[in-house]
């Protein structure tokens, strides 16, 4: 057992320090935009220089150290998921195992959503947030066709692996990593030093994880100093109604639904999940992007709660495309919310509609910032309603982007346990283990 020595016993964990970074984040954002005042700058001479306050921290510093932090998870994305995913499949004895992992997650990631989206029009329908306003826009928006089945798979198979990798196109790169995997396996000496390459790179790969996460405080900190500096509170005011019952939906979904799904399907505590989902869900909150956490959220289910790497190096990436509940719940309520301010009823077939092409979108769109109102488009103009209709709930968006990424990150992790968990591939005693994969930093 190694013994901390007691300077380094007492640093804070990663965990606690992301934190500290995001509310001194939050603090300082608010102090800029409280000196920036209603013009949204400040601007001074110092020694015959002109200096704008918003040029030079908001869209300057804070704007630049942020974009380099979130590259520098991106860039880890594609390398992680192709290698640990051939890491994975070619040390799977049985092959019919990855059949199972197929059909078991993408079953649980679809069966999820569209109980999210169903949830989401209900509650809508309920509490109504559109009736009775009156909201005009005179923006345009087209929406993209909404993908239909065959095509959604036939953009799964890539026709050059090193385009879907430049693209970043996770899909393809899961199915060529699987294929790869496969063969690698079936290769016998050679495969195995293959493997055994493969398995050197992971290691180092999660070596730049690791010093990812220690600037991470920092990361945050710019982000949400940034945001905030930025951001504009009256939209919300406006559409108080929409904003709190969609935020209350996704606190409902993450703190009720799941724990309730977590504990039918795997018999575990959700309070273990939930608790150390922690360091994720920020990730997830600061950086608005599924994709962009995927390197933590790996990290987490491996480390923290205990998935063998067989399983989550093909669960995770997965779920981080096309598991995107939080997503769903938003357009489930933008819809409702949408048809409402324009007097639209919609039948018992939309809503049917609505929630299949919610789902189907999301198999096909990457976890990034914003995506899901790509998507509210497509479903939009499924049941006729009106595209520019966006427009009305943009502005309270960038906040609820937050919240609902970090929500589908918590269940791409959930669904992680439970399929590990059903194939006896989790660990329990790091799943209980409190302690486990917590970070110092290093
Ligand atoms: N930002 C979300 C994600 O990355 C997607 C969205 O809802 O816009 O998961």
Known sequence: MTVLPASESHRLSLTARIFIGMLAGVFI???FKLIMGESGDLVFSFFGLTISIKALFIDGIFNGIGQIFIASLKMLVVPLVFVSLVCGTSSLSDPNKLGRLGAKSVGLYVMTTAIAIATAIFMALLFA?????????????????????????????????????????????????????????????????????????NVVIMKIVTMVMNVAPYG???????????????????????????????????FVTYPIIFKILSGLNPLILLQKMRNTALFAFSTSSSNA????????????????????????????????????????????FIAQVYG?????????????????????????????LIMLA?????????????????????????????????????VSCIVAKSEDELDLAVFHDMQAGIRKPE
């Not at 239909?148 to 050059?160: G, H, R, S």
């Not at 919300?236 to 939906?249: D, E, S, V």
């Not at 390197?295 to 998935?307: F, H, K």
């Not at 103009?381 to 968006?397: R, Y």
């Open 129 to 201: 947030p559109g009736e009775g306003l009156n909201l005009s826009t005179d923006t345009q928006f087209t929406a993209k066709e909404a993908p239909n089945l065959v095509q959604v798979f036939v953009d799964m198979f890539p026709a050059n692996p090193i385009a879907s990798m430049a693209q970043g196109n996770m899909l393809q790169i899961i199915i060529f990593a699987v294929i790869f995997g496969i063969a690698v396996s079936l290769s016998g000496e050679p495969g195995k030093r293959v493997s055994a390459a493969f398995n050197d790179i």
């Open 344 to 372: 639209v009823d919609l039948s018992i077939s939309d809503f049917l509609m609505v929630i299949l092409t919610a789902t189907l979108a999301s198999i096909g769109t990457a976890g990034v910032p914003g995506v899901g």
């Open 220 to 254: 945050v900190f710019v982000l949400m100093a940034k945001l905030f500096a930025s951001i504009g509170f009256d939209t919300i005011l406006g559409l108080a109604k929409y904003f709190f019952l969609l935020a209350g939906l996704l606190i409902l979904h993450a």
């Open 378 to 414: 497509m479903v939009l103009q499924q049941v006729n309603l009106p595209v520019e209709g966006i427009a009305l709930i943009i502005g309270v968006d960038r906040l609820l982007d937050m919240m609902r990424t970090a929500v589908n990150v918590t269940g791409d992790c959930m």
């Open 29 to 31: 954002g608010f102090l």
């Open 293 to 336: 956490t995927l390197p933590i959220t790996m990290d987490t289910a491996n480390n923290r709660l205990g998935v063998n790497s067989s399983v989550s190096s093909f669960t995770i990436p997965l779920g981080a495309t096309i598991n995107m509940d939080g997503t769903a719940i938003m357009q489930g309520v933008a819809t409702v």
